[in-house]
Nanobody, 119 residues
């Protein structure tokens, strides 16, 4: 079992920035691929970004490219999502998720953190 805890959501104006953090158990670092997802009201959950724990590769959705950056901090045991140039359409609950290397499905999820971008 892997317990993930998100933090850093909140209310920000159009064009603003937020940084989300996901705390990962230290003994799980080397085994996991980490992702950030989001779900807006009335919409399906979608992946925003993902990173291999070795940080050798990362992925961004088209909507996140150029505005968001995913990174991991081995000292803090966190995976962070820096979100810049936020837009009202970025408003959603953001979830941190993890899957074991080699697995297709994200099996572990955080509780979610609300991000609201006002126009």
């Amino acid at each position: 079992q892997v317990t993930l805890v998100e933090s850093g959501g909140g209310l920000v104006q159009d064009g603003g920035s937020l940084r989300l953090s996901c705390t990962v158990p230290a003994d799980s670092f080397g085994r996991l691929v980490m992702g950030w997802f989001r779900q807006a009201p009335g919409k399906e959950r979608e992946i925003v970004a993902a990173i291999a724990w070795s940080a050798s590769s990362s992925y961004y959705s088209d909507s996140a490219k150029g505005r968001f950056a995913i990174s991991r901090d081995v000292r803090r045991n966190t995976v962070d999502l820096q979100m810049n140039s936020l837009k009202p359409e970025d408003t959603a609950v953001y979830y941190c998720a993890a899957k074991l290397r080699g697995e297709n499905k994200y099996a572990y999820w955080g509780q979610g953190t609300q991000v609201t971008v006002s126009s």
